[in-house]
T-cell receptor, first 114, second 115 residues
């Protein structure tokens, strides 16, 4: 499978715990994006990387959230001290740089905070 | 100004009918307008996209109509099939300015095509 891969697909955690999600983009894509999608809503942009550099972060990304892309390949999104409001689908997407290139989404990680 | 407003929220169409979903935006800097299809439990998948230098783009049964002056664009699904039943999202980005596909998504339209 050469698409965007996310792991785990589902995560249930207790409030206050830390969680980490992984995204493996399409191998030759230099841009990687994280989005959050709550039930019945469209995805909301969280952050994006060009290679290993994190170039933009949304105001939605509170201090409890941190994302990395250490070698410009896979990326991790960590949420510390989870809250019930963090329950959502976390989507990763990747693309080439350059115009007329498509952003491909992974299947997402569904987080439930209980 | 960053919002993309999408309507209707839900849509029921008979098999073989035309499904029409509309979106409106405010930010004139937006220069790329994709439509994504999402099935339950799956990530969004690109259907078709348009840039503001054209008024219409057709790919198979899917057509985007774009009205730059009205700041509106719409998705038309011709000969709708039960397999088209999914949630559809419009989106917009200002690639020329930001150099990235940081999308602003609409709130989605849940389409159901009756057999």
């Amino acid at each position: 499978d050469t698409g965007v891969s996310q792991d785990p697909r589902h995560k249930i955690t207790k409030r206050g715990q830390n969680v980490t999600f992984r995204c493996d983009p399409i191998s030759e894509h230099n841009r990687l994006y994280w989005y959050r999608q709550t039930l019945g809503q469209g995805p909301e942009f969280l952050t994006y990387f060009q290679n290993e550099a994190q170039l933009e972060k949304s105001r939605l990304l509170s201090d409890r959230f941190s994302a990395e892309r250490p070698k410009g390949s896979f990326s991790t999104l960590e949420i510390q001290r989870t809250e019930q409001g963090d329950s959502a689908m976390y989507l990763c997407a990747s693309s080439f740089g350059g115009i007329d290139t498509e952003a491909f989404f992974g299947q997402g990680t569904r987080l439930t905070v209980v | 100004q960053q919002q993309v407003k999408q309507s209707p929220q839900s849509l029921i169409v008979q098999k073989g009918g035309i499904s029409i979903i509309n979106c409106a935006y405010e930010n004139t800097a937006f220069d790329y307008f994709p439509w994504y299809q999402q099935f339950p439990g799956k990530g969004p998948a690109l259907l078709i996209a348009i840039r503001p230098d054209v008024s219409e783009k057709k790919e198979g049964r899917f057509t985007i109509s774009f009205n730059k002056s009205a700041k509106q664009f719409s998705l038309h699904i011709m000969d709708s099939q039960p397999g088209d039943s999914a949630t559809y999202f419009c989106a917009a980005s200002n690639f020329a300015t930001s150099g990235t596909y940081k999308y602003i998504f609409g709130t989605g339209t849940r389409l159901k095509v009756l057999a």
